[in-house]
């Protein structure tokens, strides 16, 4: 998969779910940026153990578009074994899902790869009259 087209749909992906958050009200803008990065490591530590757990998954994207509006991302630094605990459930729960129902599996896997490409396609410029 192109790396380009990917860092894009990410990309894409955050300024939606930022907005979304803003439209939201922006729970976590009093938080400092001390208590901001502990509940967002608190959050994280939670989601490795279960990444599929949705109030923790709507807790995350929330804490990261606040991050974003403050110009910045999470820290972490010190976290290499959450983070290979959670690529390890991550991979799980994908391959129980494929092995579940394979069909619905490979159609979503497809939509997927198609909505990342679609993220690196230009879009064409109107032309001025």
């Known amino acids: 998969m192109d790396e380009a087209a990917l860092a894009t749909f990410f990309a894409q992906q955050r300024l939606a779910l930022t907005e979304a958050y803003l439209k939201a009200g922006r729970s976590f803008a009093a938080l400092s940026p001390e208590d901001l990065q ?11 153990d279960d990444p599929s757990y949705r109030p923790v998954l709507d807790l995350i994207v929330q804490l ?12 972490f630094t010190g976290m290499d074994d959450i ?13 129980r899902e494929a092995d579940a129902d394979p ?12 909505e990342i490409e679609a993220a690196a396609t230009p879009v064409p410029r109107l032309q001025q009259n």
């Not at 502990?38 to 530590?45: E, K, L, P, S």
């Not at 990261?64 to 820290?75: N, Y």
């Open 38 to 48: 502990n509940q967002w490591r608190d959050c994280f530590t939670a989601l490795a």
């Open 64 to 75: 990261e578009a606040e991050f974003a509006l403050r110009g910045g991302f999470p820290d």
């Open 83 to 95: 983070m290979h605990q959670l690529n390890r459930n991550v991979a799980a729960q994908y391959q």
């Open 103 to 114: 069909e619905m599996f490979a159609e979503f896997t497809a939509n997927l790869e198609a």
